[in-house]
Nanobody, 114 residues
Framework: QVQLVESGGGLVQPGGSLRLSCAASGVFFRVVTMDWYRQAPGKERELVATIFSGGNTNYADFVKGRFTISRDNTKNTVYLHMNSLKPEDTAVYYC????????WGQGTQVTVSS
């Protein structure tokens, strides 16, 4: 059974940093492409970053230079390091795993506010 559990969200001031984690179980993690998505209130869900099994990464333009996606295959965990956070980064952040279908975690709330 595939499970994805996100953690690390919270309230942070503009300009601050957070690190999100997504722990995966029930998958052969090292071969799986993983994403981070986010959904802000009243908006469509949007792709934030992708990390492939070989370690290559892709980023949405709105986070380039501020966010970094990484993975630790020994811990079956993918991370999203978020720096220089802005109020518009406020959203629920989800991780996904690409298997026979795409699996989603339950999400973690990130709120950027002074």
């Amino acid at each position: 059974q595939v499970q994805l559990v996100e953690s690390g969200g919270g309230l942070v001031q503009p300009g601050g940093s957070l690190r999100l984690s997504c722990a995966a179980s029930g998958v052969f993690f090292r071969v799986v492409t993983m994403d981070w998505y986010r959904q802000a209130p009243g908006k469509e869900r949007e792709l934030v970053a992708t990390i492939f099994s070989g370690g290559n990464t892709n980023y949405a333009d709105f986070v380039k230079g501020r966010f970094t996606i990484s993975r630790d295959n020994t811990k079956n965990t993918v991370y999203l390091h978020m720096n220089s956070l802005k109020p518009e980064d406020t959203a629920v952040y989800y991780c996904t795993a690409h298997l026979s279908r795409v699996y989603w975690g339950q999400g973690t709330q990130v709120t950027v506010s002074s």
